[in-house]
Every structure is written in structure tokens, then in C-alpha cells.
């Protein structure tokens, strides 16, 4: 199983509109995709966030990098594209790549 982990910082002031998008739109459009089986989101307790600001993960599994990679290819940039021009300079994201063993 592929892990594909995103996490986002996102500013204090944008909080509940972010996390009101994100369980909305842009992960019900990334598991649209089909290249995905679930999906989890976690908010950061530990260590505590830059002072106002929240940070969440998002986790998409799927079951080989085939799928992944096909995601990134077709699907990826328009929905990064859509998120970064909704909340501008009000977040940072990092991805990582993980394998469940």
C-alpha cells in the first residue's frame, strides 16, 4: 500500500473555511480520481503548531505506485492549482510518499 501524505499549514484566520473545503471539495475530487482507496485527515497536537497557525495531514492510499504516479500525472497540478489559487499565501503544504509495510 502507497501513502500519499500531504501536510498543510494553514493560517488561524482561514482554519474552519479550509478544513470546510478540503472535507467538501478537494478530497472528495482527489478520491474522484480513482486512484485512491481512503483517504484520512489528522490535525497536529504535538509538537504544537506555529503560534497562529493549525497544521492537519491528509493521507491518500492506493495500491501501487503505478497509481500514484498516474495521479500526480493526471490529476495533481489542476487540483494543487485550485487550492493555491483559493487560499493564496495563507498556507505552506509538504508532500511525502510513504509505503506501508
Same mark, same amino acid.
Given at each position: 500500500?502507497?501513502?500519499?501524505?500531504?501536510?498543510?499549514?494553514?493560517?488561524?484566520?482561514?482554519?474552519?473555511?479550509?478544513?470546510?473545503?478540503?472535507?467538501?471539495?478537494?478530497?472528495?475530487?482527489?478520491?474522484?480520481?480513482?486512484?485512491?482507496?481512503?483517504?484520512?485527515?489528522?490535525? $497536529? $497536537?504535538?509538537?504544537?503548531?506555529?503560534?497562529?497557525?493549525?497544521?492537519?495531514?491528509?493521507?491518500?492510499?492506493?495500491?501501487?505506485?503505478?497509481?500514484?504516479?498516474?495521479?500526480?500525472?493526471?490529476?495533481?497540478?489542476?487540483?494543487?492549482?485550485?487550492?493555491?489559487?483559493?487560499?493564496?499565501?495563507?498556507?505552506?503544504?509538504?508532500?511525502?510518499? $510513504?509505503?506501508? $509495510?
Amino acid at each position: 500500500m502507497i501513502i500519499y501524505s500531504v501536510t498543510v499549514s494553514v493560517e488561524a484566520d482561514i482554519r474552519e473555511e479550509w478544513l470546510s473545503w478540503m472535507q467538501e471539495f478537494h478530497i472528495p475530487e482527489v478520491m474522484a480520481s480513482g486512484y485512491f482507496k481512503e483517504n484520512h485527515i489528522q490535525e $497536529l $497536537l504535538e509538537p504544537e503548531p506555529q503560534k497562529g497557525t493549525f497544521t492537519f495531514n491528509i493521507q491518500y492510499l492506493c495500491e501501487s505506485m503505478e497509481d500514484y504516479h498516474l495521479y500526480m500525472q493526471n490529476e495533481a497540478k489542476v487540483l494543487q492549482e485550485i487550492h493555491t489559487q483559493k487560499f493564496s499565501d495563507k498556507f505552506v503544504a509538504f508532500r511525502t510518499l $510513504l509505503k506501508r $509495510l
